[in-house]
């Protein structure tokens, strides 16, 4: 449990750090690095051999791209990367046939389109929601987005240690309670909207905040979206875990003592991260 701490500790001083840097491209770098790192532990639970290591260099360049994309001269290039990237794959598989399996090159590619896809969700936001006309609301929406992740994680951790009786997944998750996803929706919910309170006080956004496009309050939208994040972040973490179990290992990595790898610590973040900033932007900023 100390680990555990010291790690949480580090890593939120980490994250702030990270974040001085939002209006930079070191940002957008930072992110793509955090992304790599995840697609490097997918990588490695899938097994794959030494000798099919391009599998995983192809995918740099490529995540590389995606995470500067907000500059124009990236962007003209995704298209054409991407025709390039799944026609490399399937002339790999055809090259390798007998050695590679499909199955195993589908499930990299699925998984590593998931990260990226969650990932670029923040370099989205501080592409819509630019600093200089939005203020911080960018950063905001980002850190909403790991509360929602890691606040519905700690809810339903203490709720289902405390009334948990009835197994939610368990041959995939044995220790998830349905009570334990109760309260951490519950808790999602209201973590979401004191943390957006807090915010559009010390912005000064109150005004904003209190009006949406389509006529109500942020606060009911953000309690709304905190119910289907948690649900979200809940079949993140269940789909992690069944990548785990199907190729036997405990942890994806171990870059964060106690904690696990990039993908055992933003499991829950996979599905909220895009989510959120979809309906954000579809919301509030139209």
Not at 47 to 63: E, I, N
Not at 158 to 165: E, H, I, P, Y
Not at 263 to 270: I, N
Request: glycine share 8%.
């Amino acid at each position: 449990m100390k680990t555990r701490i010291i790690t949480a500790v580090v890593g939120i001083l980490v994250l702030i750090g990270v974040l001085f840097t939002f209006d930079t491209m070191v940002f957008n770098l930072v992110v793509a690095a955090i992304t790599l790192i995840a697609i490097h532990e997918i990588y490695t639970a899938l097994g794959f051999d030494k000798k099919d290591w391009l599998l995983y260099v192809v995918t740099v360049p490529y995540t590389l791209l995606i995470m500067l994309s907000s500059y124009s001269v990236c962007r003209a290039l995704v298209m054409p990367a991407s025709f390039l990237l799944v026609l490399f794959y399937a002339i790999y598989l055809v090259v390798r046939n007998g050695t590679v399996s499909f199955a195993k090159t589908s499930g990299l590619v699925m998984f590593s389109g998931i990260v990226i896809f969650c990932f670029y969700s923040f370099v989205r936001l501080k592409e819509l929601l630019p600093v200089e006309e939005y203020g911080y609301d960018a950063i905001f929406f980002i850190l909403l987005s790991l509360c929602f992740a890691w606040g519905g994680d700690t809810c339903a951790y203490f709720a289902g240690r405390a009334f948990g009786k009835h197994k939610l997944c368990p041959v995939v998750s044995p220790k998830k309670t349905v009570e334990g996803a109760i309260g951490g929706v519950l808790g999602t919910m209201v973590c979401g909207v004191a943390v957006t309170l807090v915010y559009s006080i010390a912005a000064d956004r109150m005004e904003a905040f209190t009006r949406s496009n389509i006529g109500v309050s942020m606060y009911v939208v953000i309690a709304l979206l905190a119910c289907v994040a948690a649900v979200l972040g809940i079949y993140g973490d269940l789909f992690a875990s069944v990548v785990k179990r199907q190729c036997g290992i405990k942890d994806y990595g171990t870059i964060f003592p106690g904690h696990g790898g990039i993908l055992d610590r933003f499991d829950s973040v996979m599905f909220i991260a895009p989510f959120v900033t979809m309906v954000i932007i579809a919301v509030f900023y139209r």
